[in-house]
């Protein structure tokens, strides 16, 4: 393996294993589910190999999972975990003490559709549902995505004191084999050096965290996280610069533009549909529209402010959910709509319900939608998100 | 890009021939980008893998829709709604004893039989029949080339491996002979 990696074959849910590996993780509590599984029997696999040494720990529930990640983070260990969908769900109660007591986990969701009905299928309603428990989150678009993303973000969560979710979508990151480079121990090594914990809990020196406070000092913790994910919005442009020097690879912080430069019409959109999207723009470009893609990496902490940079003056934002809130729409598309709200130069906004339940959306899908959208007019006013 | 569309029933080995296959074009320098359906796959229901190669970074995310290519691994399966999913000049091939002839396709589809539980029997393989159907489809196909395909099913098959070799090239000289 040179400093510059090894080019393989993985999944996303292996990349993510790989990645792990390689942040040498002390703790890492999971509990098996679909579309998760493969992320910790690879990680079972390099433990079993000797190629981690980790310990590796399976209690009877996720709730269980992330409250071991969460006291293990507080002694200072550093501690990656994984889950998707139910399992993420029957964490929420402790994902708001996981950022409550600043912990430092690292956990990869697999977004997957939320029971009932009972499905396997991509969809991103299960993390966003937890936008406002204090977890900064990722969404990735590839396996080599998800793999940069999970050693990025140890830097980012050790560096705040704040844990980081990846999200990755079922079937298409998390089961798909494709052409991933595997960088260097060295290159990682140079990148994350062991977690140093600015506060610790340890037997030998007692004291408790997230006892009973008073008002003002709960205020004042919101406040903390609050100026945490401030930091943690100029921390991950900073990492990713650092690490596309050390891997060679262009890697992005809170946003990514793609053909952008003239573009009157721009999608914004989140993970695997990027992809996608990216064919459509070409497509599009080639019959003469002026249009370019805005990927939203960072949801939390959102990066508003590069929102309104980035889109100002466009004519119009057209913004892809592969999620849905019940009773308003699109959740991307009201964070997209709030943040652009009221500007000099605002564009329309519109919103599509694009792929909710893992629905396949094709780049001719795309197309068409963006054809027949049809000049500026009195609909891209519209509140509510239209389903594609 | 070349999409690829392997279908079969659980625990025949369709997935396992996807993954084969995507290892090999990776192996002879492509980029791939390979998945298969899963969730309710178990043992005996339609299960299918897909594979798109291409000489550049793949970045769709979406279904194969309409694939250039279709290996079949069981002739019950070829009904209409798995042809919707492949082009009309799309290249067929399928495990069956009956001919080419006996399947009525639209377009300029062409079909391609090959007996895989005989080749499979006759190299003591029982009923895995995914290294001899590889075969045929590596040769209709003309890609990947033999030798990466059976360097690829020499390093990762765990069991029967000269066997599952010798399937594989028997597979490989039927389907030279009929495409």
Known sequence: ?388 | MREILIVGRGGQGAQTAGNLLAQAFFSAGQYVQSFATYGGARRGTPVSSTIRVDARPIRLRCDVTQADALLCFDASLLDQALLNRTRPEALIVVNSVRSPEEFAVAGERRVYTIDGFKLAEAHNLGRFINSALLGAFCAALRDPPAEVMSRTISETTPDRRPENLAAFHAGFRTGEGIA
């Not at chain 1, 600015?198 to 009973?212: E, H, K």
């Not at chain 1, 990492?239 to 053909?259: C, K, M, N, P």
């Open chain 1, 1 to 388: 393996m040179n400093a510059a990696g090894q080019r393989t074959l993985l999944t996303g849910n292996q990349a993510v294993a790989w990645a792990v590996r390689l942040c040498r993780p002390q703790v890492i509590p999971v509990y098996p589910i679909t579309p998760q599984t493969p992320i910790l029997e690879q990680i079972s696999a390099f433990s079993a190999a000797g190629e981690m040494t980790a310990e590796i720990l399976t209690p009877e529930s996720e709730h269980s999972a992330i409250a071991a990640s969460i006291a293990a983070s507080l002694t200072g260990a550093r501690v990656f975990t994984a889950t998707s969908s139910q399992g993420l769900l029957l964490m929420h109660e402790l994902l708001h003490w996981a950022a409550g007591v600043r912990s430092a986990v690292v956990m990869c969701n697999v977004n997957r559709t939320v029971a009932s009905p009972w499905g396997f299928w991509p969809d991103q309603t299960d993390s966003l549902a937890q936008r406002d428990t204090g977890w900064i989150q990722w969404y990735t678009e590839s396996a080599q995505e998800s793999l940069d993303a999970v050693i990025m973000a140890f830097r980012l969560a050790e560096g705040v004191n704040l844990p980081v979710m990846i999200c990755h979508d079922a079937f298409y990151v998390s089961h798909a084999l494709e052409t991933v480079i595997v960088p260097g121990q060295a290159a990682v090594d140079r990148f994350l050096p062991a977690y140093s914990p600015r506060f610790n809990i340890d037997p030998a020196a007692a004291r408790s965290v997230g006892s009973n406070v008073d008002q003002t000092t709960y205020r004042r913790a919101r406040k903390d996280i609050g100026a945490a994910m401030t930091e943690a919005g100029v921390m991950t442009d900073a990492i990713a610069a650092e690490w596309s020097g050390l891997t060679g690879r262009d890697q992005h912080g809170a946003v990514e533009i793609y053909r952008c430069e003239d573009a009157e019409q721009v999608f914004v959109t989140m993970g695997s549909l990027c992809g996608t999207v990216r064919e459509a723009v070409d497509s599009l470009r080639g019959q003469g529209h002026r249009i370019g893609l805005l990927k939203v990496r960072q949801f939390r902490p959102f990066p508003g402010d590069q929102l309104r940079g980035l889109l100002r003056g466009r004519e119009r934002v057209m913004v892809l959910d592969r999620n849905y809130s019940p009773g308003n729409g699109g959740i991307l598309h009201q964070e997209a709509r709030a943040a652009l709200y009221g500007m000099q130069g605002q564009p329309a906004v519109l919103g599509y319900l694009a792929g909710v339940g893992g629905v396949n959306v094709t780049p001719a899908d795309l197309v068409r939608m963006a054809i027949e959208s049809g000049p500026v007019g009195q609909d891209d006013n519209k509140f509510t998100s239209v389903w594609l």
